[in-house]
């Protein structure tokens, strides 16, 4: 036992040296400093197969040992000095071995061994070259006996340091052939010396004696390594040392060795947390990689690298005595037995004898000699420890599956531990032998509890009990149940001790005892028991005796928790709520038991049915429950029974107990049993909500009160008995069924709402709490008299069917007569039908439901339920206007506004006014505004629906309270009531409602309701309003919902005289204007669609032709609409006006016409009476439309009209004048009253009318008298323009010019025509090519027939003649002549115009094909003035030249002539050419010279003109993309717009929109863009992405505000099939972050050169992360909200922007490199320790686009791998280790692969930290790590990912949300707080309240609210949106405290709501200024805390 005490000498006590060999060799020699150190020879290793000679990597030396100075090979060199090899031993070697136990092996007298006797005696240097020679030669034997006499030459200098020359010898011969070693000889000559060893009495000081036997046992390991049977003589050899003094068995070196002996035992080795003693109380993962050799040696690590190497021998290990197991268990029982009689005493027993029992405790024999033994030895302070390992390996190894370890059990149950540390490793061995062999459960706590029962019981069985319980709660229950029922089946009471023994193991559970398990064990069907049960002779105590423990687990249930939590003031509802539900399990359990197996079983009688059935309900006498142990005490029988009971009632309860009643085979009366069941839902309604859903329990309660006569009487054939109900029962059923609708209103509520209308009835009598008979809710026409005689009339028949069954029934039995008086039956009875019309209920049963109602508030639990909506539906049934007294006393009486439905509350507000019951009032507007208000949009749309609807109503006295609540809900201040003006104005909808925040969501419903309002409204202010509004939100609408709109209000227009004469026009021509843009609108979509829209079939339409062939169906109303509000114009700079009065009243074009759609019959579009108003209007257009047509009748009709102005009575009086002259008799005959028609006449002559003389001529009979400038009309052509005037003018208008040509080409044209012809000749010579077009034009329409008779006229000769002059030498009129020239060849005349033409021509020809080549050789030298005076033409030419690429090699000088002759070079509109020549879609090289010329002459307006030519979207594939975006570029850096400006550029210069792009010529020059990267994309050299990046900033530049932005991304998202636009739309992301908010998924397909371009982004998240990073100001007293602040901006960035934010990551994995090496006191003060939680939670927002950098995140990672490396164990580190974990399990979800490739190659360092942090576990359960961490990188080995696990709300969430949601959120705000400090996530269900918090006027909930807020937006930074209402809700409050609350938290917010911060700074500037709030100092810092992102 002294191996490892150093050795005496001469020279003192030496240091302690190892005595292992380093590494893979085994390196004996001499001391530090001896002779031998110097010695050259070079270790030789032994190694196995499949390993090398040295093992380059190890660098760790053997345990304690220091490394030898140097070594050298053996091969390099003969020794220095020779050493011989001795003969024999020397004299001093020690006598025979001390062991009597392998006498066999024993040598008995001093003689030589036959092994030494073969040994031949050879020199130690030569004994390696001897062997190999033997060898070679297959000379076997000689080389044996030299290498015995190598072993012997070992063993004779086994006192000294051994020889290295021999140890390396036999090493390297045993490595070069093993088998030699596996000879017999050398099997015993290696045995003998280790046996000698023992004998010599050698011990551990001797270190040559150490280095032999790990020499001797390798070399036998090595040798038979590849052997299957093993020799017995090796295991007697273990077994010798085993109970010796184990000398190599506990070599770590020895251990593949002894591994493969003890693997013949088949013993399972224990986990290694049983075997530490610190893991005794609280074991930990279950860990069996142990080896099965016990040592006592601590596993420090220089052992810990000794037993990797050894393992990475890979040697293999399995039994080897598989033929002979007798043998081996003889053998080793033979070594115990003798052993156990040598050492009688328990002082004389080892601890390697014990520890040898532990190593062969997998036999059972040994099992059995172990634990009989066990107590004594574990009691020994000398043994315990091997005695505790001792026990382990017994339970361990332990099955019950045999007779013999059944014993094992049973002296394992009996044994007695004397302290508290044993008893609980006994238990915790006990786990375990459990969890390895389940069927150990059983026996164990039989036989724990049959002692527990005796009277020798032992201390600890309770502790065992519940140890088994907490390891398998389940088997343990059932196997407990069992147990139980073993008990109770005896002849022998147990019930009072299983009542003890119960309550003893809750006890040691600590209430932890599962008793909900216990009872479904104990009750489960036994189908087995049932026939030992019914011939029991004690079944019904049975009975009894289970229906009382079933009780007591109730009780039982009533923890201390349970009771602090019903009995303080400050309960934990998660507690009650956990305890309620499992006394409701039990009840439910018990119950079910009842009716499927207990009643059928035990068959008890009918009082014991009915005990047990209340006692399990706990509706029983309370002596019932205490009666036998007196349990619970006194104290507490009250509580306890109470808490039982107050739970809630489960369905399937309540189901069974019905269907016991039900059941015929049941001895309980449905009677009891109505009773018990309206008993439990009162009981339980009053204090827990009763959860129903199935409607089966409706029918199960009618079945039970329903009435069954007796079944042997006979009733007469053909007669079927009514369906009768017990009247008592039937009127209870029907409270339960209210009690049960109440609860559930979804399910039971609406199927009797619809279904049951005495159950409906009894509902409205609680909500309306009215209860006489009929409601008044159900009371309509004459009142409550007909229900009263209806019901009168059922209730007769009734009578008179239950008489008549009743005498049946009598007739079969008794024979009695049955009248009125002496019937039984009638007053019990009546009619079962429940779905028949509601019955009158008896008067005590109002009286009841009175009572009920107040003490269960069923009318509150009605009137909350939503959906289904009983108190909307009687509010709608009987309509707004119905008298509702009940209403205002529901609303009083409701506790909260938010239970009731707004339709309800609305109808309150309308109905009360403020000064009526003022403080509900003002709770019920402040409710209201905050469901308006609110986040919900479905509630707000319904409050403002219901109000809108009663916009509608056909009384002003409904539509006024409307408007005034629509105005005091909308209204954004907190004014009560709203003045008389504001209402008047309609402030609601022409103010509030824009501020409305769901306003889309209501606009769809707004409009019709407002369509409506304009037809029924009087107010015209509303009504103008309401016009207002559908003109500026109902245009968006589909066609339909237009059309339905534009024809209420043309209806309004038309119909509604009194009304559109007060609004129209209105102030400023608003509402008109309003009006006509609605209608315009209309008819534009009208005419692009196809389809036809129709009201109904009696509408008028008609189907609308214009002159263009254009088509339309409109309604006639909508066209006389639509004029009529042209009449109130003229409207200056008005479109859609001047549209609509060219759509109807084009100028020089026909009007279009009307005709009916089926029969095509033209009809009138404009009748008389729209004629008028026409004539009355101010519109020229108008009133010449309509006078055009007008007859005779007509004139003189309108002509008498009054309201008509002057100028209309003046074009009346000259059309009439001329009509009389036409038709004098017609007009006179249409006068009727000639004087009092010239006397009207005369009268407006004096108002200043003009015309008319000739009319009052005509009345007076004379003849009218001609006037020159009266007849200067043709009255003949009314239809075609105004006349030629005849007078010369300079000014003409083009109508002339155009009606002069058709004058003189018309073939019977007069011949006095000089005028026209000088005036079209004059024109010609001196005009415009606008003008000759025109004239040409003119020409080219006429048809062929009529043109080839004009030409034979010599006035079109003369107008031809001018126009064919060289002025005119162009293409157009080359053409027309060549078209002329075919008319006139046809007819083969000799016209004079033929020559004209043809030279014409030819001098076209001449000048177009002009030889331009020799043109360069005629003006080489100069230019002509003749070519400078065509220079256009020549300009055109060269430009055609340059683009048709003729003589190239002359380019550039064809290039400086067109810069000579051509100044501006791009002139749109006289020469095509040159556009073409500078954008045309071809590749031209001197293109770019060109550009700078236009650039450098153009005038801005030429410019102009070419930049509106080229964003023409029609010329995007006409032009080049990239000559045309080149061109915008330059032009955007042209120096001539930059002159004068500052040469400096400012730091923060934003570049100036030059071009100014609307949003049409934004999305044309993307079209540019994305052509020029298609053809690019062609282009191989080119880099396209480049280029588009180039072209990005003409596009930002114009993106200047968000309806641009819209655009563009509208158009890019809507190409996403296109690469290219996804590309675009890419890099305006990357330049324009705040694209994002236009897009739906920013996660875009792949960021492909997103790494190489820039992002406007870069700058500031580098500064913010950098500045993050850079914690060396950590101490600074600012830092800490600094870097606060930082964290703030990072993760909103990142959250926002998580693409552009990944660009930062390898900066954030080179910050993190390094910091985890600290040492933990640096890492932590230092602030790094902090950063990496920082750093984490930014990874968690970048989740999952940081799992696509795999790269990246790999070296991000190793810091944090680091970080659990060196510090994983400290405590500190518990909350950021799930974080890594969860983080790591979401990277498995997203890329299995890379992650377990990484995970493998750190897995070594998680398995370290699966002690300390458990929540690794799941990690590691995903991936297989290999065996050493050098082969983790060698192949993937796949797991399966597991998903992270979602941690679960705290117990009592619940609760606390309940909390917050009520008056006094205070408390659990608190808690919320405390809560959420480590888990932010759950602020997450709650946002919602803590915004309504923020407003609180408790400052403390005030306080922790906006904090909650703010740590919700740090986590969560995408909830800003959420949160924007509630801020500047509480910024707009005028309460000062909530202002200043939410401004000293505004710079903390202003950060994560950074989109918002111009709102809500905005809105705080306006707060400073406008109030007496100083907002400078926290403007200031929200200003500092945005500018963080700026530079730090």
């Known amino acids: 036992m002294d191996r490892n005490k150093p050795a005496l000498g001469t020279r003192g006590p030496k240091s302690k040296i190892t005595q292992q060999p380093p590494d893979l060799f085994i390196a004996l020699g001499a001391k530090a400093g001896s002779s031998r150190d110097s010695d050259p020879k070079r270790n030789v290793p032994i190694l196995p197969k499949s390993t090398q000679i040295s093992s380059p990597n190890s660098k760790v030396p053997p345990p304690d040992r220091k490394r030898e100075n140097s070594s050298t090979s053996l091969g390099s060199g003969p020794p220095s000095k020779k050493l011989k090899v001795l003969s024999r031993p020397p004299t001093g070697v020690p006598g025979p071995s001390m062991s009597t136990i392998l006498s066999n092996d024993r040598i008995a007298s001093p003689g030589v061994e036959p092994w030494e006797a073969a040994a031949i005696e050879i020199e130690a240097v030569e004994l390696f070259a001897a062997v190999v020679d033997a060898l070679k030669v297959s000379n076997n034997d000689k080389a044996v006996g030299l290498i015995l006499g190598g072993i012997r030459n070992l063993r004779s200098t086994q006192r000294f340091k051994p020889c290295k020359v021999s140890y390396n010898a036999i090493l390297l011969i045993c490595q070069i052939r093993p088998s030699l070693f596996a000879h017999d000889l050398i099997v015993q000559g290696l045995m003998s010396s280790l046996k000698r060893d023992v004998s010599g009495g050698m011990k551990a000081n001797n270190k040559g004696n150490q280095y032999n036997q790990i020499i001797f046992i390798n070399i036998l390991l090595y040798a038979f390594a590849d052997v299957a049977n093993w020799p ?46 610190e893991s005794w109380v609280l074991p930990s993962g279950r860990d069996t990689g142990s080896p099965l050799t016990i040592t006592s040696n601590d596993d420090d690590e220089a052992t810990a690298e000794h037993r990797q190497m050894v393992e990475s021998w890979n040697i293999k290990v399995f039994n080897r005595y598989t033929h002979i197991p007798q043998e081996i268990e003889h053998l080793i029982l033979e070594v115990i037995q003798e052993q156990i009689t040598r050492r009688q005493q328990p002082e004389a027993i080892t601890k390697n004898f014990v520890r040898l029992l532990s190593t062969t405790s997998g036999m059972v024999e040994i099992r059995i000699i172990a634990v009989a033994r066990l107590e004594t030895w574990v009691h020994n302070h000398k043994l315990m420890k091997p005695a505790q390992e001792l026990l382990a390996y017994l339970c361990y190894n332990c099955s019950a599956s045999t007779q013999r370890d059944l014993e094992v059990v049973v002296q394992l149950s009996k044994l007695r531990l004397k302290n508290k540390p044993m008893v609980i490793f006994f238990n915790y061995c006990l786990r375990e032998m459990v969890i390895a062999f389940p069927e150990n459960l059983y026996p164990l706590l039989k036989y724990t509890i049959f002692n527990e029962l005796s009277n020798a019981r032992n201390s600890n069985n309770l502790f065992v009990v519940a140890a088994m319980f907490q390891v398998e709660p389940e088997a343990s229950a059932d196997a407990f149940a069992d147990i139980c029922l073993e008990l109770l089946l005896n002849k022998d009471d147990y019930l009072r001790s299983l009542r003890a023994l119960f309550k003893e193991i809750n006890r040691v559970l600590k209430h932890d005892f599962n008793l909900p398990t216990v009872v479904h064990s104990l009750l489960r069907e036994r189908k087995d028991m049932e026939k030992i049960i019914r011939e029991s002779e004690v079944k019904d105590r049975l009975f009894v005796s289970l229906t009382d423990l079933v009780a007591m687990c109730m009780l039982l249930c009533v923890t201390p928790q349970v009771r602090d939590a019903a009995t303080q003031s400050k309960r934990d509802f998660t507690v009650l709520h956990a305890f309620q539900t499992q006394v409701s399990n039990i009840q439910r359990e018990a119950v079910t038991w009842l009716h499927d197996w207990g009643f059928k079983v035990f068959r008890p009688s009918a009082m014991d049915c009915q005990h047990s059935l209340l006692k399990l309900v706990l509706l029983e006498q309370p002596e019932h429950y205490y009666k036998v142990d007196s349990w619970p005490g006194e104290n507490e029988r009250i509580l306890f029974l109470r808490l039982a009971s107050e739970v809630p009632l489960l369905q399937a309860t309540l189901l069974r107990i019905l269907l016991i009643g039900i059941s015929k085979e049941n001895p309980i009366n449905p009677n009891d049993v109505i009773e018990i069941a309206e008993q439990l839902i009162r009981r339980v309604s009053n204090i827990a909500p009763l959860e129903m859903d199935k409607i089966e329990i409706i029918d199960f309660f009618f079945n039970l009160c329903s009435y069954n006569y007796p079944e042997n009487i006979a009733l007469p054939v053909g007669y079927v008995p009514p369906k009768l109900a017990i009247s008592t029962l039937y009127w209870k059923v029907w409270m339960m069924l209210l009690i049960l609708a109440a609860h559930n209103p979804v399910t039971f509520g609406s199927l009797a709402w619809e279904k049951y209308p005495t159950l409906r009835m009894f509902m409205e009598m609680c909500i309306t709490n009215f209860f006489a008979y009929p409601p008044p809710t159900m009371i309509t026409g004459d009142g409550s008299y007909d229900y009263i005689l209806k019901d009168q009339q059922i209730l007769s028949i009734e009578r008179q069917t239950i008489l008549e069954f009743e005498t049946h029934l009598a007739a079969g039995s008794t024979k009695a007569e049955i009248t009125e008086q002496s019937s039984l039956l009638l007053p019990q009875l009546m009619e079962l039908n429940p779905s028949s019309p509601a019955r009158q209920p008896p008067p005590h049963l109002l009286e009841q439901l009175n009572n009920l109602n107040s003490t269960l508030k069923l009318g509150h639990l009605l009137c909350k339920s939503r959906q289904p909506d009983f108190l909307l539906d009687i509010m709608t049934r009987h309509g707004g206007t119905a008298h509702m007294p009940w209403l205002a006393e529901l609303v009083h009486s409701s506790g909260s506004l938010a239970h009731l439905p707004v339709q309800c509350l609305c109808e309150y507000l309308l109905s009360t006014g403020p000064t009526e019951k003022l403080t509900k009032h003002t709770q019920l507007l402040a409710h209201l505004r905050r469901v308006v208000n609110g986040p919900d949009a479905s509630m707000a749309c319904e409050v403002l629906e219901y109000l809108l609807r009663r916009l509608t109503s056909l009384h002003a006295s409904s539509r006024a309270p409307a408007i005034r609540g629509l105005t005091m809900i909308l209204s954004p201040g907190e004014d009560i009531d709203q003045n008389s003006a504001s209402i008047g104005k309609t402030v609601w909808l022409t103010q509030y409602i824009l501020q409305f925040p769901h306003l889309p969501s209501i606009r769809q419903t707004l409009i019709p309701y407002l369509r409506q309002a304009t037809l029924l409204e009087t107010n015209p202010t509303h009504v103008a309003n309401y016009i207002g509004f559908l003109a500026e939100h109902g245009l968006d609408d589909s066609l339909p919902e237009l059309f339905e709109m534009v024809f209420d209000l043309a209806t309004l227009i038309i119909e509604r005289n009194s009304i559109t004469h007060y609004i129209l026009p209105g102030e400023n021509n608003d509402t008109v204007k309003a009006l006509i843009s609605v209608f315009w609108v209309y008819l534009q979509k009208a005419r692009e669609s196809s389809d036809s829209f129709y009201l109904s079939e009696n509408q008028d339409h008609v189907l609308v032709t214009w002159a263009n062939g254009e088509q339309c169906t409109l309604p006639t109303l909508t066209i006389h609409a639509s004029i009529i509000l042209l009449t109130y114009g003229p409207i200056e700079k008005f479109e859609a006006f001047d549209g609509m009065l060219d759509l109807w009243f084009p100028v020089n074009e026909e009007h279009p016409k009307a ?293 190239v090699e002359k380019t550039g000088l064809l290039v400086d002539w067109l810069a000579t002759v051509e100044l501006e070079m791009a002139n749109v509109d006289s020469n095509k050419v040159q556009m073409e020549l500078l954008f045309a879609n071809q590749q031209l090289s001197f293109r770019p010279l060109l550009t700078s010329i236009v650039l450098q002459r153009a005038s801005w307006k030429t410019l102009n003109n070419v930049i509106d030519y080229l964003l023409i979207p029609d010329n995007v594939s006409k032009n080049c993309p990239s000559s045309v975006l080149d061109f915008l570029t330059a032009l955007t850096q042209c120096p001539r717009l930059w002159q004068g400006r500052d040469k400096s550029v400012p730091k923060h210069f934003k570049s100036e929109d030059v071009l100014h792009l609307n949003n049409k010529r934004i999305l044309t020059v993307i079209d540019y863009i994305l052509e020029e990267y298609h053809l690019e994309m062609d282009d191989i050299d080119k880099m396209a992405e480049k280029t588009m990046e180039r072209r990005l900033s003409l596009i930002i530049i114009a993106m200047n505000n968000s309806d641009t932005t819209e655009q563009v991304v509208k158009k890019l998202v809507g190409l996403e099939h296109q690469q290219s636009a996804m590309d675009l739309l890419l890099m305006l992301y990357m330049n324009l972050p705040r694209v994002v908010s236009y897009l739906s998924n920013r996660q875009f397909a792949s960021f492909r050169f997103a790494k190489t371009s820039r992002s406007a982004l870069d700058l500031i998240s580098h500064t913010i992360l950098s500045a993050l990073t850079a914690n060396t100001r950590v101490r600074d007293k600012e830092w800490t909200a600094k870097s606060h602040d930082l964290e703030l901006c990072a993760r909103k960035l990142a959250a926002t922007h998580p693409d552009l934010v990944l660009r930062q990551l390898p900066m954030l994995a080179a910050c993190l490199r390094g910091r985890a090496l600290y040492d933990w006191n640096v890492l932590r003060s230092r602030g790094h320790f902090l950063l990496f939680g920082q750093i984490i939670g930014l990874m968690e927002l970048l989740q999952p686009s940081i799992y696509q950098e795999t790269e990246t995140l790999c070296a991000l990672l190793d810091s944090f791998i680091d970080l659990l490396k060196y510090h994983g164990h400290n405590k500190e580190l518990n909350n950021i280790v799930p974080r890594i974990v969860t983080f790591l399990q979401n990277w498995m979800m997203q890329d299995m692969q890379s992650s377990l490739k990484y995970l493998q190659k750190y897995g070594y360092v998680l398995c370290d930290l699966e002690m300390s942090h458990p929540c690794v576990r799941p990690l590691l359960s995903s991936i297989s790590l290999p065996l050493t961490p050098e082969a983790g990188g060698s192949e993937i080995l796949v797991g399966a990912p597991t998903p992270p696990i979602i941690q679960p709300p705290p117990p009592n969430w619940q609760s606390l949300i309940a909390g917050i949601q009520s008056t006094d959120p205070l408390t659990a705000l608190q808690e919320v707080e405390h809560l959420t400090v480590k888990r932010p996530h759950l602020l997450e269900t709650i946002a919602q309240n803590l915004y309504h918090c923020i407003g609180s006027r408790n400052g403390q909930v005030r306080v922790v609210s906006i904090k909650l807020m703010s740590r919700y937006l740090k986590y969560n930074p995408k909830a800003s949106s959420d949160a924007l209402p509630s801020v500047l809700a509480c910024l707009d409050s005028r309460d000062a405290d909530v202002v200043d609350s939410i401004l000293e938290r505004l710079p903390e917010l202003i950060i994560v709501m950074q989109e918002y911060a111009k709102a809500i700074l905005t809105r705080v500037y306006q707060l400073g200024i406008q109030s007496n709030l100083n907002a400078c100092t926290n403007v200031g810092k929200c200003i500092a805390s945005l500018c963080l992102q700026q530079g730090c």
């Open 232 to 277: 017995e003589t090796f295991l007697r050899m273990y077994a010798e040392d085993a109970v010796g003094d184990r000398i190599w068995i506990d070599n770590i070196y020895c251990k593949p060795f002894v591994d493969n002996i003890t693997a013949a035992f088949n013993t399972k080795q224990p986990p290694r947390s049983m075997l530490q003693p």
């Open 1155 to 1447: 005709s009916l759609i089926d029969l095509s019959e033209e009809v009138i579009m404009a009748p008389d009476w729209l004629k008028l108003r026409m004539i009355r209007s101010n519109v020229p257009r108008l009133l010449d439309a309509a006078v055009e047509k007008l007859e005779a009748p007509q004139l003189v009709l309108f002509i008498q009209s009054f309201g008509i102005p002057v100028v209309s009575i003046s074009k009346l009086l000259k059309v009439l004048d001329r009509v009389t002259v036409t038709n004098p008799n017609l007009v006179i005959d249409s006068v009727l009253d000639k004087n009092y028609m010239i006397q009207l006449v005369d009268v407006q002559n004096r108002r200043g009318a003009l015309g008319g003389k000739i009319f009052v001529k005509a009345l007076e009979m004379q003849t009218p008298q001609l006037y020159e400038e009266d007849m200067h009309v043709d009255f003949e052509s009314r239809k075609m323009a105004p006349s030629t005037v005849t007078k010369k003018s300079e000014k003409h208008s083009p109508n002339e010019l155009v009606t002069a040509v058709k004058k003189i080409f018309y073939p019977k044209y007069a011949s006095d025509s000089s005028e026209q012809i000088n005036f079209v000749c004059k024109i010609l010579t001196t005009g415009k090519d606008k003008e000759v077009s025109e004239v040409i034009d003119v020409i080219q329409k006429m048809a062929a027939k009529d043109l080839e008779e004009a030409l034979n006229n010599w006035a079109v000769q003369t107008v031809l003649k001018c126009l064919m002059t060289k002025k005119y030498l162009n293409e157009r009129t080359c053409k027309l002549g060549e078209y002329l020239l075919t008319i006139l060849k046809q007819n083969q005349n000799s016209n004079p115009l033929i020559n004209v033409i043809k030279q014409f021509l030819s001098e076209y020809q001449e000048s177009s094909k002009m030889d331009v080549s020799t043109s360069i050789d005629d003006i080489s030298g100069k230019l002509s003035d003749t070519l400078l005076d065509n220079s256009r033409a020549l300009a055109k030419q060269i430009s055609n030249m340059l683009i048709n690429k003729e003589n």
